[in-house]
């Protein structure tokens, strides 16, 4: 008798768990539907249209939206101030998330080893010659300076016989003026592309009275004095005329004022100009 009772008590002991289980397992759940009832969101940065590669963000092409946590991604913005300003490095499509690998800073392009082509001024070209510690002025020119370059020429006469004579370093001229220098070796400016430029709205180099002003960089570069380029920035048609100067003279690089971008007619220099006049001949020895 006693044993029956004791396997009776065990039985019900067991399905009072069970029912204890699961009662518990059911105000749980309830629990969370009630507190989950209203799926918890945050906000993400989404494009409102179609925003093609290479383009600058505005604020009408993008906007904040709530949404399920676990929708989001990690790398999407959650201010529009993060975005606005930056360019797309490759097409963003709408409704979709604004990530950090899709857009790029304009400021900071040096320290961040971005693309030479996100720092080129709108309307210009950027051209790199050879350059030595001589020619980029003891190797000081720093990325963001503005230059002018000038040339020293060989020149071939003909005379009315028909006779040539070859002058060596014969003249010398400045080709271009007021040149921003993007990037020396692989250090790049600084400095945000839409800044303006000195140049014509044709496209021609500006005149004195046209130039704007020098953009400012936002930081200053260390010297490289082994540097053996200087990439410069420049119209389309001055561009053909560096190239045809570095091919056929000798190029120096005179770095400007910070803030002087006048440009002069400048005379070009022949070497008879160096002679004083009334120079002596040297003493017969």
Known sequence: MSRRLLLLALVAGIVAAILVYVALSRESGGTGNSAGGTAS??????????????????TDMVGLRQMPADDRSELAYTDLSEVVGRVTRYPVATNEQVLSTKVVALEGVAETGESLSYIIPEGKR???????????????????????????????????????????????????????????????????????????????????????????RNTDADPEPKADTVTVSVTSQEAQLLFLAE??????LAVRPYGDAEVQDVPFVVETELIPPNLPPPAAR
């Not at 969101?41 to 505005?58: G, H, L, M, N």
């Not at 091919?247 to 120096?252: K, Q, V």
Request: no cysteine; hydrophobic share 40%.
């Open 126 to 216: 950027a051209i790199s010659i050879g350059v030595s510690e001589v020619v980029s002025s003891g190797g000081l020119v720093l990325p963001g300076d503005y230059v002018d370059v000038i040339g020293v020429f060989d020149v071939e006469f003909t005379s009315a016989t028909g006779q040539t004579q070859q002058q060596d370093k014969y003249f010398s001229r400045v080709i271009l003026q007021n040149i921003e220098v993007l990037a020396v070796a692989q250090t790049l400016v600084d400095a945000p592309p839409e800044a303006g430029t000195a140049t014509e709205a044709d496209g021609a180099p500006a005149t004195a009275e046209s130039a704007s002003e020098q953009r400012a």
């Open 41 to 58: 969101t945050v906000p993400a940065v989404v494009a409102k249209q179609d925003i093609p590669a290479r383009t600058k963000i505005t």
């Open 247 to 252: 091919e056929n003279g000798t190029l120096r």
